[in-house]
């Protein structure tokens, strides 16, 4: 079970979201779904601090929000709102990987596909 602060922060940031929303010019799909896409990793990820958790949350919540709004003005999606999610999920996923290896990790999995890239330093 979620802690009670985590909670009423993941509630009072949904509501600042939905809020903001209302503004014209704002695509209310591709804001819950940013939300919903950052809300899954926030939930799933139990290990992480509650300052993590909230850094994680906003970051992606912006990060989803602009890849729909580009994506959708490309005319490569018809729905924002997928859109968000996905790229709030894929944002989410490179950003703890890329931070995680900065912090002295293994790089993350995903460089495997960058051509020339070993991932290890030789002695």
Known sequence: MAELN???????SAVTGLGLAAF?????????GGFAGA?????F???KSFKASMG???????????FAVE????GLA?????????????FVIAATGFLEWMRGGQPPFWFRFIPGFKGKKDD
């Open 6 to 12: 985590s909670a009423a922060a993941i509630g009072a």
């Open 24 to 32: 014209p010019g704002i695509d209310v799909g591709a804001v819950v």
């Open 39 to 43: 809300l899954f990793f926030v939930v």
């Open 45 to 47: 990820a139990g290990d």
């Open 56 to 66: 994680y949350l906003m970051s992606s919540w912006i990060a989803g929000y602009f």
């Open 71 to 74: 994506i959708t003005s490309r």
């Open 78 to 90: 018809i729905n924002s709102g997928l859109s968000a999610l996905a790229g709030s999920m894929v």
